[in-house]
């Protein structure tokens, strides 16, 4: 293991509010990407090496050591590629490509809204956003405005603006990984024939709603919006899962991520990692994935040492006292 990211979709794991682990009770090992180097090869693998640096989604198991991993699913990593930053893409930036590509179809030109903008699938959609040339609206909090416009989009303060008015006539395309309001409000400010897409509902999350009544309130949703879409000229709606996709297409998920690495590769993108931490500072990660706000990913580097394990170096007479251990 060289990196696994830590993202929000592990709190919801945690709580059993993820329909495909909701069987599951610890103790168990979160962790839902992860980026290695083989140690090991199992009997009749071919086609990789001792030392081949790859990548997996795997939704469970990840925040490790070392793990074991299907050779048929993993993406190889470039030489050269930071562990932690291709850690960043497996799942953000993968759900991104895909909800854009995939699942929209999105044309340039076209007006788009991203909901929750400065997170880590938000960031996503606006950067790969920018590169399909579409027309950029983020929604997030104030603080965070700079953050959007520098990454190619007109912010939105959910806290103060409006932002089915923002735009007369109404978006194209709604990303909405959030779900307020049962996406009313969402499906309010598209444009007549425009589309949503909706890949989470973190807003029933944060409400502790139970599992069960989540999943009712998604089928509610679901069903209501199929119903509307299936009028001539209605909004229309998708709801995207990644691994529903990897599990009907997975061609496409490999076909994607190495996309993602190669314009990683040649710096066409960068993720944004907010920090590298330890096993020690995982608890601290999930407290701060809950209280929001992060601009970046948090990302477990197994082999950085622990802050308890850090000793200051000996230091001539004379000389200023070490204060602090140096930022990783």
Avoid at 5 to 19: A, C, K, N, W
Avoid at 109 to 122: I, S, W
Avoid at 270 to 279: D, G, H, K, L, T
Wanted: some cysteine; overall charge positive.
């Amino acid at each position: 293991m060289l990196a696994s990211g830590l993202e929000y979709t592990d709190v919801v794991i945690r709580r059993h509010l993820y329909p495909q682990t909701m069987r599951r009770r610890p103790p168990f090992v979160l962790g839902y990407d992860v980026v290695g180097e083989i140690d090991q090869l199992g009997d009749g693998v071919s086609g990789f090496q001792l030392g081949d640096r790859v990548a997996d989604l795997t939704v469970l198991g990840s925040n490790a050591a070392y793990r074991t991993l299907r050779a048929d699913h993993l993406t190889r990593v470039p030489a050269g590629v930071d562990a932690a930053e291709a850690a960043a893409l497996i799942l953000s930036w993968t759900t991104a490509y895909q909800l854009l590509h995939r699942a929209a179809r999105v044309q340039r030109g076209q007006r788009v809204l991203v909901h929750g903008a400065a997170g880590a699938v938000g960031q996503a959609l606006l950067v790969l956003g920018r590169l399909a040339d579409l027309e950029l609206w983020g929604t997030a909090r104030g603080a965070h405005a700079a953050l959007i416009r520098e990454l190619g989009a007109t912010p939105i303060d959910y806290q103060r603006e409006d932002f089915t008015r923002v735009l007369p006539g109404g978006f194209d395309v709604v990303f909405d990984g959030i779900g307020e309001d049962d996406y009313r409000r969402s499906f309010a400010a598209l444009k007549r024939g425009g589309l949503l897409c909706v890949y989470g509902y973190t807003a029933g999350v944060q409400a502790q709603r139970r599992l069960l009544t989540l999943l009712m309130w998604i089928a509610r949703v679901y069903l209501w919006r199929r119903l509307l879409s299936g009028l001539p000229g209605a909004k229309r709606l998708r709801v995207y899962s990644i691994n529903v996709m990897r599990a009907l297409h997975p061609a496409w998920f490999r076909e994607d991520l190495e996309r993602l690495f190669g314009l990683l590769a040649t710096r066409a993108i960068r993720p944004r990692v907010a920090e590298r931490i330890s096993f020690d500072e995982v608890v601290e990660a999930h407290r701060r994935l809950e209280a929001g706000g992060l601009e970046g990913k948090l990302v477990l580097c197994p082999e950085l040492p622990s802050p308890s394990d850090w000793v200051p170096p000996q230091r001539e007479p004379g000389a200023p006292a070490v204060q602090a251990p140096p930022a990783t």
